[in-house]
């Protein structure tokens, strides 16, 4: 939460922020191509966290003091609830983390 608001406190340039499609992925960089094609920004991601979004999804681009970044791409809920979190390839590797307590791995449930 304090990374976001210091990153809007202290780098948005007044520029709006906008939303591309995943043009292409470059050495952890990526193209973004909106109402102009956005070319070898970097991606923000939380801490411990690194992924390469697949071409097509849709992003944020946001205009900092330091240059353009990307904020990453729009999530799919999948069916999650309130509190509930979820990491997948797109190769179709999942992990979930329920309410309940529950960790389920490629669906198979691990309590």
């Given at each position: 939460m304090w990374l976001m608001k210091y990153v809007t406190k202290n780098s948005i340039t007044g520029g709006q922020s906008e939303q591309g499609s995943i043009g292409g992925n470059y050495d952890g960089k990526v193209q973004v191509n909106a109402s102009s094609e956005y070319r070898n920004i970097p991606m923000l991601a939380p801490y411990g966290i690194a992924y390469v979004p697949v071409v097509g999804e849709k992003s944020i681009v946001l205009p900092?003091?330091?240059?353009?970044?990307?904020?990453?791409?729009?999530?799919?809920?999948?069916?999650?609830?309130?509190?509930?979190?979820?990491?997948f390839s797109s190769g179709g590797a999942s992990i979930q983390l329920k309410n309940d307590g529950n960790v389920y791995i490629n669906g198979k449930k691990y309590a």
């Open positions: 900092t003091s330091n240059g353009d970044i990307c904020l990453g791409v729009l999530s799919q809920g999948k069916n999650l609830k309130p509190g509930e979190l979820m990491l």
